[in-house]
């Protein structure tokens, strides 16, 4: 059976499966939507559509329905629009849409939400094609006023000119705002082009260095407390019972009570909350909890990865004929669980009144996250602000929002007013949401061309999404973002088979940047290495010639990055080719041996990501990619000792890259005509494999357990 599922098509249907609560959807047409979409009278503003204000003072604002994270849809997205609408850079702004799923779905969700690097993929048509629409009304506009047909208007950078007449957006808004918006407005043609495929400053940096950017820390409400939760010191393990009353002798303290995820300690700042859950006496009920070892657990693991599983997800061929009689080669990879930690921790201000509530939140999932909260709550409407948040890798995307309902259960036990909910680094590192820890056990054989007779491959994992809101849509399948990256090889063999065994724990695990191609791209590209080199094969040239012709793209990368590749110090180098989220990145890494352990020096990586919107943005999610991927190939792991406590705590223990041990970086971007698709995930796979095979090749040691360097 062979089963090829695609991420986005399985998140295509999630608005079937995440049914909203019918409080939600009722507001989802009144509150929000009306607040930020329906103009002041008077106001002389052009709102030409959903997702794009004009206003007399020449600002183009677009509203983005992605979170800003760091990832760049605000700079991304402006760009489709003011290329469309011919305007000047400088009069763009970015702002976050509302919480309407009508107006902001994500189009490959069916959902509002960020996050399988789609923001511009779904968004590319769309926001071009409210760009020409606003273009469209500003020239019908322009046409009344200089009393001159519509064709015989010209914008060139914000100016709208007939003859020697002109005017700005911003003097043409309010006319503009009485036209007719078109409802299928054509876009330019590639070759007319201004902005797009340009280096863009992005339009959100000013605000972010000189503070007056907002993020959720920065809301403040009249009569608003803090509020901290003390969550169970290990996962499944409940609240028995608790003694507060050290806690509520802290000064500041105003409150403690339980919550279904712990206790909550309300107070009037954040270290008076800290304090007093730090005075609170809790019975945990540990009948249900995860008592094993990470080690334990790897035992088990192995074991399963080696028999395979239930789940036959790809079988073509005869493998097991096709290895009989062989030298088989055989390779077990063990990562460990990652913690996403974020810049910025996890943190929501919720304010109750009658029959209403307003959110303010980093929220990646608004749809999932606004609905959650009206049911927790009960409440008739539920305005939700999508905020700036200080990073995420997919640690706000939880299937079961639940730190939303978190929040939202801390208000309900608070009564009327404003809670802001803080989490801590530990929190997060000790209680939070895990990439699984997963094994993948691989053999294979060759003939005697060098070439891949079989292919077999079994992986062990927890599943990310079955036990959640979004099992459904798997249809009784398994959870393809187990082993994603590893059904459909790049590489040629006529016998391939893929077995997932899903593993059992009370562990929450959640997508991590890049989900499953994280753990997979380093477990093929290791073995691929590894068989090239037993073949006496170049590890580039080898790759090319089982690529053949049937993966074009695959080959341009790695041709492209063969090409700005300088090997030719006395160091190590090892490459990687990884597919993931529809675009395609090489990486080359150059290390140097330092006491025994790999110094990344320098990366070279060649993306192709479709046709690059802003090329600067590209560049930098390639380099923050790489970065990301290095911390946890280098240090990064959550360790279970035995009984089940969590080793880490913060960053000193959790170890991520320091800003010095950063590589130099090139990148280069393959010129395409193609669609544009995602970029914030597709550069953090290749670089673990890249530093491994290097490292193998120049000592002749294999790394196939991550961390490379264990720290805590």
């Known amino acids: ?7 986005r098509a399985f998140l295509s249907g999630l608005i079937v499966a995440v049914a909203l609560p019918g409080l939600a959807r009722a507001q989802q047409k009144s509150g929000a939507a009306a607040f930020f979409n329906e103009l002041p009278e008077g106001s002389g503003e052009m709102s030409a559509n959903a997702f794009i204000r004009v206003a007399p003072d020449n600002t183009v604002t677009v509203l983005i329905k992605h979170i800003e994270f760091g990832q ?70 322009a046409a009344e006023r200089f009393g001159v047909a519509a064709d015989e208007i010209t914008i060139d950078k914000g100016i709208v000119s007939a003859g020697d007449q002109s005017a700005t957006f911003g003097e043409l808004a309010e006319a503009a705002s009485q036209q007719t918006a078109p409802e299928d407005p054509p876009v330019k043609e590639p070759d007319q082009f201004k902005l797009i495929g340009t280096d863009l400053p992005k339009v959100d940096s000013s605000a972010k260095t000189d503070g ?25 393990a409940k609240v028995a019972s608790f003694d507060d009353s050290a806690a509520l002798q802290v000064s500041g303290v105003q409150k403690v009570a339980q919550v279904p995820t712990g206790v909550a300690v309300y107070a009037d700042n954040t270290y008076a909350a800290l304090k007093g859950r730090d005075a609170l006496e809790i019975e945990w009920d540990e009948a249900e909890a995860e008592t094993r070892s990470s080690d334990a657990m790897i035992e088990e693991w192995t074991t399963a990865a080696k028999a395979g599983g ?13 290895l009989e009689g062989s030298e088989i080669v055989e390779a077990t ?47 008739e409407n539920v305005r939700l602000h999508t905020m700036l948040a200080g990073g995420s890798f997919g640690r706000r995307a939880t299937p079961d929002s639940h730190f939303a309902a978190e929040a ?5 036990a608070n009564g009327k007013g404003a809670v802001k909910l803080m989490w801590t680094r530990e929190d997060d ?110 590890p580039i040239e080898g790759r090319l010639a089982l690529m053949g012709d049937d993966h074009p793209r ?66 930098a999610q390639m380099e923050g990619g790489i970065g990301y991927g290095l911390s946890a190939a280098l240090y990064s792991e959550v360790t279970l000792d035995e009984g089940g406590l969590i080793r880490q705590q913060n960053w000193d223990s959790y170890r991520i890259l320091r800003i010095p041990e950063m590589p130099a970086i090139e990148v280069a971007i393959i010129p395409s005509a193609e669609a544009p698709t995602g970029v914030g995930e597709p550069g953090t796979p290749p670089i673990a494999p890249a530093i491994a095979n290097a490292w193998r090749r120049m000592t002749g040691n294999a790394y196939r357990r991550l961390p490379i360097i264990p720290v805590a």
């Open 1 to 7: 059976m062979n089963i090829h599922t695609s991420r």
């Open 72 to 141: 760049g849809p605000y700079t991304g997205l402006t760009t489709l629009v003011a290329e469309e609408m011919d305007a000047d850079w400088s009069q763009m702004r970015a702002a976050a849409a509302p919480a309407d799923v009508e107006k902001y779905a994500n189009t490959a969700f069916g959902m509002q939400g960020t996050g399988g690097s789609t923001a511009m993929a779904n968004s590319f048509m769309q926001m071009r094609k409210a760009g020409a629409g606003a273009r469209a009304m500003l020239i019908a506009a």
């Open 212 to 236: 007056s950017a907002q993020f959720t820390l920065d809301v403040y409400r009249d009569g608003m407390l803090t509020a901290v939760v003390a969550h169970p010191p290990k996962f499944g």
């Open 310 to 322: 239930k789940w036959e997800v790809t079988n073509t061929g005869d493998v097991e004929a096709a």
């Open 333 to 379: 990879y063990v990562f460990p669980y990652l913690a996403h930690t974020p810049m910025e921790p996890l943190d929501a201000v919720v304010e109750l009144r009658d029959g209403e509530a307003e959110v303010w939140m980093g929220s990646q999932m608004q749809t999932g996250d606004q609905g959650t909260i009206a049911k927790v709550l009960g409440v």
């Open 408 to 412: 939202a259960e801390v208000a309900k």
């Open 429 to 538: 590192v000790q209680g939070g949401y895990y990439r699984p820890l997963t094994v993948h056990h691989m053999r294979a054989a060759l003939d005697d061309q060098g070439g891949i007779k079989a292919w077999d491959h079994g992986i062990a994992a927890q599943s990310v999404v079955m036990g959640t809101p979004f099992e459904a849509m798997l249809q009784g399948g398994p959870d393809f973002t187990a082993f994603e990256g590893a059904n459909e090889l790049h590489y040629a063999t006529a016998n391939h088979r893929l077995r997932w065994a899903q593993m059992e724990s009370p562990v929450s695990t959640l997508w991590w940047r890049s989900v499953g191609h994280t753990h997979t791209g380093y477990a093929v590209e290791c073995f691929i290495d590894e068989l090239l080199e037993k073949a006496g094969k170049d």
């Open 554 to 619: 695959e080959r341009a990368v790695l041709e492209r990055v063969a090409e700005m590749a300088d090997q030719s110090g006395d160091y190590g180098y090892g490459v990687a080719v990884v597919k993931s989220f529809g675009s395609y990145v090489a990486q080359i890494a150059e290390i140097e041996d330092r006491g025994g352990i790999p110094h990344v020096r320098r990366v070279w990586c060649a993306v192709d990501c479709g046709l690059a919107v802003n090329p600067n943005v590209v560049r």
